[in-house]
Structures are given as structure tokens and as C-alpha cells.
């Protein structure tokens, strides 16, 4: 039988340099808390070199509310401070896409933070997300 990778070992760390940054960004994909009636979520969607970061939030039944939706810098990258605030309506079985974010990947880092209010109660959503690609 003969052998089609002379260099397995090579292969493998390709592939893993290839696969661990996108690992990381997968991980940090997805984070949400809830409370009562309404959950929340920053979704991170890396795209070349930029990285966009949607807040989202879900329902369990008809509701509306107002959201704050901020992104800075983190550390020395540079002067990014985006704030995005409105009122909002989310019905069942869709999130409702509050705002969205994108920026340069290469080398950043960019804390998010989502805060909705709904029915009288806050829920909060963090999120650091690392660009260095």
C-alpha cells in the first residue's frame, strides 16, 4: 500500500495553525444570558479580515424594550468606540437583530457589551473578541 502524505507530521501542524484561529473565534462566537421573557446575544462572524458583531436578541413571546449596544478597543489597538442605542420589538421563533459592527480583524482586540431592557428587567451580554488573525 502506498503512502499519499510523505509528511504526516507537517500536515497536521498546517493544519493546525490553519484551524486554531479559527477555533478561537468559533468558541467566542456565540454568548447570551436571559431573563424572563428575553435573552440576548452577541454573534461573532469573522469574514476575511474584518469581524462583525451583531446583537441580537430573542423572545419567548411578543415583547419590546430599548438596547444599548457599545464596542471599544481593547488594549493599545487603536480608537474604536461605537455606541448604538433604540427601542426595539422581538417576536417568538426569530431574533430580532438590534445592531451590528464591523470591523478590522488584523491584530485587534474589541470588547462588546449588549444590554436590553424589557418588561421592567435588564439582561447584559459581554463579549471580548480577538482579532489577531
Known amino acids: 500500500m502506498s503512502r499519499i502524505i510523505k509528511h504526516p507530521c ?8 490553519v484551524l486554531i484561529p479559527v477555533g478561537a473565534l468559533a468558541t467566542i462566537a456565540i454568548a447570551g ?3 424572563g421573557p428575553v435573552r440576548c446575544e452577541i454573534r461573532v462572524t469573522p469574514d476575511g479580515g474584518m469581524v462583525s458583531l451583531d446583537a441580537l436578541a430573542h423572545a ?8 444599548s449596544f457599545h464596542v471599544e478597543s481593547a488594549g493599545q489597538t ?6 448604538q442605542s ?3 420589538s422581538a417576536a417568538p421563533g426569530k431574533p430580532a ?7 478590522d480583524a488584523k491584530g ?3 470588547d462588546a457589551k449588549l ?11 459581554t463579549e471580548r473578541v480577538g482579532g489577531a488573525t
Do not use: W
Open 10 to 17: 507537517r500536515v497536521t501542524a498546517a493544519l493546525a495553525l
Open 33 to 35: 444570558q436571559s431573563v
Open 60 to 67: 419567548d413571546r411578543g415583547i419590546s424594550g430599548t438596547y
Open 78 to 83: 487603536g480608537g474604536t468606540n461605537i455606541e
Open 86 to 88: 433604540s427601542a426595539f
Open 97 to 103: 437583530t438590534l445592531g451590528t459592527v464591523t470591523l
Open 108 to 110: 485587534a482586540d474589541y
Open 115 to 125: 444590554e436590553i431592557t424589557a418588561d421592567g428587567k435588564s439582561v447584559g451580554c
